[in-house]
């Protein structure tokens, strides 16, 4: 049983310029598999721990960016719930979208900072999945960074009080951390879980509507970091910032592009967390200290680069 209906970070549309690149960057590098193509814009991809058919889908388009990010949820009943509240008590935009390949109906709201999130309960089985009988660590070896599967985003977007509110109030999520306004009346920065992670999104207060700092993927150890980093100088990637540790979450990452400017991660460790822990505070004069926990300064590229 869940601990509110929303199981974890599933499905992510992002925007990409290019095919031939972004899989040179997500398949051989981070180590995705390819699952198949919807038309001729859209490529499905999987990570090699997941189960679900697969996790993130990149859409040619003429500019980088987030179309929508979609959280796995436990039933129909918990999605229903959230549609019902979301039109009647919040007036957001819901519509569900039905025909994605290998899922079930996709449960829509239009929140204020502009994003587009999505639920979902239906989904196959990916063709190749950790196995379940005298299971092996892998079934086919990973590759590249052996990425294990989608772990969290970064959104950006003006009414970010309002679309937090909407987080815990209305799909039961619960606040992990913030970074809190200089003047003390609200947050810059939020971190959300709806599970034992110590976030599955983070909403940054930010002028533009529906922009996207970064999507993250899960790694297991420093050493795996490390690697990470090690195939990022190899192939001369456009790192941001790392390795390092965050102060907010304790997880250990490296920030970088990809080909179309998308900024990535790789997250790995971090605490656990459960709805009955404290919300841990930090005041804005923390704020690098927070993100960049070594160097305490944040860089420039990291503040004002977003897709
Ligand atoms: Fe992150």
């Known amino acids: 049983m869940a601990l ?5 970070t599933g499905l992510v549309q992002l925007r990409v310029l290019d095919f031939e690149e972004s899989l040179v960057h997500y398949r051989d590098r981070l180590g995705l598999s390819v699952v198949g193509k919807i038309g ?11 189960f679900d058919h697969h996790s993130l889908v ?3 388009a003429d500019s980088p960016g987030l179309d929508f990010f979609c959280f796995k949820s436990l039933d129909k009943q918990t999605i229903d719930n959230i549609a019902k509240k979301s039109k009647e008590e919040y007036g957001y935009p819901v519509d569900v979208m039905t025909g994605h390949p290998g899922f079930g109906e996709i449960t829509f709201v239009t929140v204020p900072t502009g994003h587009k999130i999505g ?11 950790p196995m379940l009988v005298n299971p092996h660590p892998w079934d086919k070896e990973p590759h590249g960074m052996g990425v294990a599967c989608l772990d969290h985003a970064l959104l ?3 009414n970010q009080g309002e679309t937090v509110r909407w987080f815990t109030d209305c799909v039961g999520m619960s606040i992990t951390e913030y970074i809190s306004t200089p003047e003390g009346d609200g947050h810059i920065c939020t971190w959300l879980s709806g599970n034992t992670r110590g976030h599955d999104v983070a909403i940054l207060s930010y002028p533009e509507p529906g922009k996207i700092h970064h999507l993250s993927f899960q790694l297991q150890s420093w050493d795996e970091i490390g690697r990470a980093a090690d195939i990022m100088g190899r192939y001369n990637i456009s790192v941001d910032a790392g390795p390092m540790r965050h102060g907010i979450t304790r997880g250990q990452t490296i920030y970088f592009f990809d080909p179309s400017g998308n900024r990535n991660e790789t997250y790995a460790g971090g605490y656990e967390y459960f709805p009955d822990h404290p919300t841990r505070q930090w005041s804005a004069d923390h704020v690098g200290e927070g993100i960049f926990y070594y160097s305490k300064e944040l860089n ?3 503040l004002s680069v977003l897709t």
């Not at 509110?4 to 974890?8: A, D, H, P, S, W």
């Not at 001729?40 to 997941?50: A, G, H, P, T, Y």
């Not at 639920?119 to 999945?129: C, G, Q, R, T």
């Open 58 to 60: 990149l859409r040619r």
């Open 119 to 129: 639920f979902y309960w239906e989904v196959e089985l990916a063709a190749v999945h």
């Open 300 to 302: 420039e590229r990291f």
């Open 40 to 50: 001729e814009d859209r490529i499905m991809l999987k990570s090699f721990d997941e």
């Open 4 to 8: 509110t209906g929303i199981l974890r």
């Open 156 to 158: 950006c977007g003006p």
